[in-house]
């Protein structure tokens, strides 16, 4: 049995003001290149697949258009809501999708979806498991403590076992969208206050091959049977250099599962960059056009703002998003030396510096109107 793991595609989602839509057509183009060349018996899909709840047209569209020719070229794809997809949307439309081969999870109420799939030694059992918290579980079986997210997703995986295979002889797979205690988070993941969230990676012991979404990190998850595919493309540049994949797992008539990784390859990759200001403007001239163009970010060295630094830093990488100078704001952290105090000419050079502080950049020209006109409304009301 041959299936495709991919999770977390975000589809709609922004990044610093930045629009990724072109950069997730770019990415799913690639993983039907690879649905095509590697012919999978199952597609997996596990979670956020969408970016927000109730995702933009473009967003829809490109789904759309994804299922569309996914479906096509693969005979079963199997997709689960996350965190961020409302379960109810995903959902829409199930029935019509099963005729397409296109096998969605509905919202949660006490039971799973579960679907056979037939290779050369026998069926095996697809489980379908969304995003759920502890919550959802105890509404249905109020033996469930409201934190312990652990015992929910065991009792949710016990509820939906076969009275008829009690020993689990028919090999598994679980999609899942779910946090597994010890595992890497990045920055570009909601993280829950008080880390109540993980899920123990025995809960998942009755399963050949677990195809975990959640994760924007690629990482195995306290066994070599479950798996984080990570996020097709990075997400935030705590994710600068991660290696984006997607993942083809072969699973054999014993239930080992084999895993390799199909790298996916970026429309602009997350650089950060660091340096003076000077050497960052010097260095762009011998960079190959595509590490130009790659969403950077700044690091600036020197102990004094530029001028209209971002603005100036785009000329020659016309995709930067962010600019920061932590040598100053290190030493704003570290606040003035006794007897020293910072001094500004106008109470626009105040909020420009906290602005600095707080983002790490320069405040656009638009910014900057809007604090002169909201600082001249406030010194007129107290005249």
Known sequence: MKLMHLSDLHIGRRFAGVSLIDDQRHILSQALSAAEREKPDAVLLAGDIY????????????????????????????????????????????????????????????????????????????????????????????????????????????????????????RRVL?????????????SEETPIGGLDGVESTVFDGFDYVALGHLHRRQRAGSDRIHYSGSPIAYSFAEAGDRKCLLMVEIDGEGNARVREEPLLPLHEMRILQGSFDELMSAAHGEEARQREAYIRAELSDEEYIP???????????????????????????????????????????????????????MTGAQRELTREAIRQIWEEEA
């Open 308 to 362: 209209d630094g971002i603005q100036r830093l785009r000329t020659v990488y016309p995709n930067i998003l962010e600019l920061s100078y932590p040598r100053i704001a290190a030493a704003a952290a570290a606040g003035p030396e006794e007897g020293e105090a910072a001094a500004f000419s106008s109470p626009i050079e105040y909020v420009e510096e906290f602005f600095r502080t707080m983002r790490g950049r320069e």
């Open 51 to 170: 970016d927000k709840p109730v995702p933009s047209a473009e967003a829809v569209s490109l789904l759309d258009d994804f299922l569309t020719r996914l479906s096509a070229l693969c005979p079963r794809v199997f997709v689960i809501s996350g965190n961020h997809d409302s379960a109810e949307r995903i959902a829409f439309g199930g029935r019509l999708l099963d005729r397409s081969g296109v096998y969605v999870s509905p919202v949660y109420d006490g039971k799973l979806r579960r679907e056979t799939v037939e290779d050369e030694f026998g069926p095996v059992e697809i489980w379908m498991l969304p995003f759920i918290k502890a919550a959802h579980v105890r509404s249905i079986d109020e033996t469930v403590e409201a934190d312990d997210i652990t015992g929910a997703v065991r009792k949710a995986l016990e509820m939906a076992e076969d009275p008829a295979d009690p020993s689990g002889r028919t």
């Open 175 to 187: 999609i899942a969208h779910q946090y597994v205690t010890g595992a890497e988070r990045s920055e």
